[in-house]
């Protein structure tokens, strides 16, 4: 099949069809577990050299890759499944492009159109089942209504808030053949501020002694990381990113000031509080960017900018609420006349931003920062790091400076067992970069068998797997308010190195920070898929507190 780059008519199979929508749109990689609900799909990709199609080892594993793939290309990441039980599978995938705001289209085959209401094999309702976690549900009865169905979900997908589709495709639609006419590729509409809208903010601006940024998701997928720089800079104000954000603005730039996150230092919500004017651009000011809707108070002004309008006065009622393209609203607040007297505030608070993140490590600072002070000095600025849910995420987060765009995913989500995969649909859609996820024990685990799939494919990401025997978040949320009563958070001994070795990826072991420098060095230089295990403490429970800490705190 040939790209179609214009409204265009041909006799195609309904599954054909589906395939011509993908190549429309410039799509190169999917992802998928093979089932015999959708074959027909399977047989036209199988005919299309344009894409490639990546077989995972487990329905959630493939969503992960496809999110990932798409918050890192800035294309829809396409994933396909069977019926049910394909389906309830890869659901965590939709719900975390979802509330990520990724683009995805999640092509679901369906039983025979005959069957349907008999509780047929593996039957679910599919688009009543997805309805609550996805932009659109639609099952496609009628072939020829194929290409316009296909076409609408990809044109959902990525306009306004961007977000996940799904589709269901009853097994005996696809191989029917019909006269399938086909639209152009999606072009994402820009809107822009009023003059009216940049005049307010302007005035309002003008009053401000302490005004604040928080960059959020609408920054990467209008690619407007370079319009925030220039704006950030030409009225000195300082940026802060969302949570799981961070490589919306270089963290390493003067105006920098912290990531809004899980376990967020006081200084830096120090910042965020003493703000009398907050800017919310691309962020929908979830529960934990706003640290569960409290951070922002009626005292402080807010200017909330994001492409959808149901974002707008969602969580806060701002004082001027704009509906636009972020891009489009910088270039447009680029105009105003407004006179910095924040400079002071300011500096004070990116250098409380740099103390609390600095990097100098000494022999008393547990492994999981020698590592983030041993990879930034190792990796190439550009290189792209993934993490999974957890609390090893935390020295991440607070340590680890992010200085260019694209080379930060993460699930705001907060699913386990994402990092892995999401490393491989992010090195697909980079492979340029050099990709290195971060899981736990736990996590990993959810989807290890993902690492099969890197080795087949031969995708090389770099996995650390800080392992602590423990799901480590929730034996911290235990401590707190249970203290001593553990239960069900323990978990048993797996050696990951020896997981790695027996699917062919390269594996290691290491309990220093000198051990993971050569371990990491050897796994940069081998280029394959490769996992280090790092063996740390149950007793360093997150970043600042100890499981002694958290007891002697419940017993005061």
């Known amino acids: ?222 690619q407007a990381e370079e319009s925030l720089l220039a704006f950030a800079e030409k009225y000195s104000l300082p940026v802060m990113a969302a949570f799981r954000r961070h490589d919306s603005f270089p963290n390493d730039h003067p105006l920098y000031v912290g990531h809004l996150g899980l376990g967020t230092n006081k200084e830096i919500l120090k910042t965020a509080e003493d703000a009398d004017v907050i800017l919310a651009l691309g962020t929908r000011l979830s529960e934990v960017t706003t640290q569960d809707y409290k951070l922002i108070s009626s005292e402080q002004k807010l200017i909330h900018i994001d492409i959808c309008y149901e974002t707008i006065g969602k969580v806060y009622a701002p004082d001027i609420g704009i509906v636009a393209d972020i891009g489009e609203a910088l270039h447009a607040l680029r105009q105003m006349n407004v006179t910095c ?4 505030w300011v500096k004070e608070r990116h250098h409380a931003y740099e103390n609390i993140s600095s990097l100098n490590v000494s022999h008393n600072d547990v492994i999981n920062k020698h590592i983030m002070a041993l990879m930034e000095r190792t990796l190439s600025n550009d290189a792209l790091l993934t993490n999974d849910a957890g609390n090893f995420a935390g020295w991440l987060h607070a340590f680890y400076p992010f200085k260019e765009k694209h080379t930060y995913v993460g699930p705001t989500s907060g699913a386990m067992g994402y990092g892995m995969p999401a490393a491989l649909g992010a090195k697909l859609a980079h492979p340029e970069k050099k990709v290195v996820s971060l899981s736990g024990d736990g996590g990993f685990m959810m989807t290890a068998q993902e690492l099969e799939t890197a080795v087949r494919y031969n995708i090389p990401v770099i996995c650390l797997v800080f392992n602590n025997q423990m799901y480590g978040t929730i034996r911290m949320h235990q401590e707190i308010h249970y203290p001593e009563k553990v239960v069900a958070t323990d978990l048993g001994s797996v050696s990951f190195k020896q997981l790695a070795i027996s699917v062919g990826a390269d594996g290691y072991q290491v309990e220093t920070a000198d051990e993971f420098a050569e371990a990491f060095k050897m796994a940069l230089q081998n280029n394959r898929p490769a996992v280090i295990e790092i063996l740390t403490e149950k007793e360093q429970i997150s970043v600042s507190s100890t499981i002694t800490d958290l007891r002697n705190r419940a017993t005061k």
């Open 1 to 222: 099949m040939t790209t179609v780059t214009a409204r265009t008519a041909k006799t195609l199979t309904a599954a054909q069809a589906i395939v011509e929508c993908i190549n429309i749109e410039g799509i190169k990689d999917v992802f998928c577990v093979p089932g015999e609900s959708y074959l027909p799909v399977l047989d036209a990709l199988y005919d299309e050299a344009n894409i490639h199609v990546i077989s995972a080892r487990h329905e959630s594993g493939a969503a992960f890759m496809a999110e990932a793939y798409a918050k890192s290309s800035l294309k829809p990441g396409v994933v396909l499944a069977t019926r049910g039980v394909g389906a309830a599978n890869l659901s965590i995938g939709v719900h975390t492009a979802y509330q990520d705001s990724t683009p995805m289209v999640v092509l679901l085959g369906q039983v025979h159109s005959k069957f349907r209401g008999r509780e047929g094999f593996q039957e679910v309702d599919l688009d009543q089942y997805f309805k609550h976690i996805a932009k659109w549900a639609v099952e496609v009865n009628e072939p020829e209504r194929m290409p316009e169905l296909v076409q609408r979900a990809f044109r959902i997908a990525q306009t306004g808030r961007p977000g996940p589709v799904v589709i269901s495709l009853p097994e005996d639609v696809l191989s029917v053949e019909a006269e399938m006419e086909f639209g152009p590729a999606t072009v994402k509409p820009r809107p822009a501020p009023s003059r009216q809208e940049a005049a307010a903010v302007e005035e309002l601006l003008s009053t401000a002694k302490k005004p604040l940024i928080i960059a959020g998701g609408g920054i990467k997928s209008s």
């Open 341 to 344: 007297t924040w400079d002071s």
